[in-house]
T-cell receptor
Framework: DTGVSQNPRHKITKRGQNVTFRCDPISEHNRLYWYRQTLGQGPEFLTY????????KSRLLSDRFSAERPKGSFSTLEIQRTEQGDSAMYLC??????????FGNGTRLTVT | AQSVTQLDSQVPVFEEAPVELRCNYS??????LFWYVQYPNQGLQLLLKYLSGSTLVESINGFEAEFNKSQTSFHLRKPSVHISDTAEYFC??????????FGAGTRLTVKP
């Protein structure tokens, strides 16, 4: 069981820099989700893919955020011109139709 | 849109005591309900789920939750907790679409 894999585990960056995170879902899962979790809060939905199509985006996802899933397998989440408020744990999850979400261990972003 | 309220941010209990973690949701349609657990420095893991059928659902490690439609609740219970149950517990609701909403979490601390 390879599970959902996220890289890197930790990322420290300076304000204004761009960062990119990668998520490798469970291989047979067609659905992929990105969530953001800040300290003391539950995960907040950011965006969702079914295969390569990005079908939903939260209002939390400003124009500095972009996500892709080019071949319907792995996904990347890019944050441009990072701000200190972007510091959070970024979680990726995958699933099949109507199955529970399987989460990765997350990428912790710290913007200094 | 659906939402989740976890009424207790922290629940300290002694080992072998019973525990109840409360969860209430709001939705205008039928829902699926979930409890996820997050151990320190790990990703979220599905603990149990209610999709349909019996309103009482159980996990393999002794937790159970009961879906109460009239009270819009999905409280999590365990009759006797262990030190190893110390973790953050998240209640989540889905309307069958692609946007699973999480509560803010309850930190369960089991003391010897």
């Amino acid at each position: 069981d390879t599970g959902v894999s996220q890289n890197p585990r930790h990322k420290i960056t300076k304000r204004g820099q761009n960062v990119t995170f990668r998520c490798d879902p469970i291989s047979e899962h067609n659905r992929l989700y990105w969530y953001r979790q800040t300290l003391g809060q539950g995960p907040e939905f950011l965006t969702y893919f079914q295969n390569e199509a990005q079908l939903e985006k939260s209002r939390l996802l400003s124009d500095r955020f972009s996500a892709e899933r080019p071949k319907g397998s792995f996904s990347t989440l890019e944050i441009q011109r990072t701000e200190q408020g972007d510091s959070a744990m970024y979680l990726c999850a995958s699933s099949t139709n109507n199955s529970p979400l399987h989460f990765g261990n997350g990428t912790r972003l710290t913007v200094t | 849109a659906q939402s989740v309220t976890q009424l207790d941010s922290q629940v300290p209990v002694f080992e072998e005591a019973p525990v109840e973690l409360r969860c209430n949701y709001s939705s205008s349609v039928s829902v699926y309900l979930f409890w996820y657990v997050q151990y320190p420095n790990q990703g979220l893991q599905l603990l149990l789920k209610y999709l349909s059928g019996s309103t009482l659902v159980e996990s393999i490690n002794g937790f159970e939750a009961e879906f109460n439609k009239s009270q819009t609740s999905f409280h999590l219970r365990k009759p006797s907790v262990h030190i190893s149950d110390t973790a953050e517990y998240f209640c989540a609701v889905s309307e069958g679409n692609n946007d699973m909403r999480f509560g803010a979490g309850t930190r369960l601390t089991v003391k010897p």
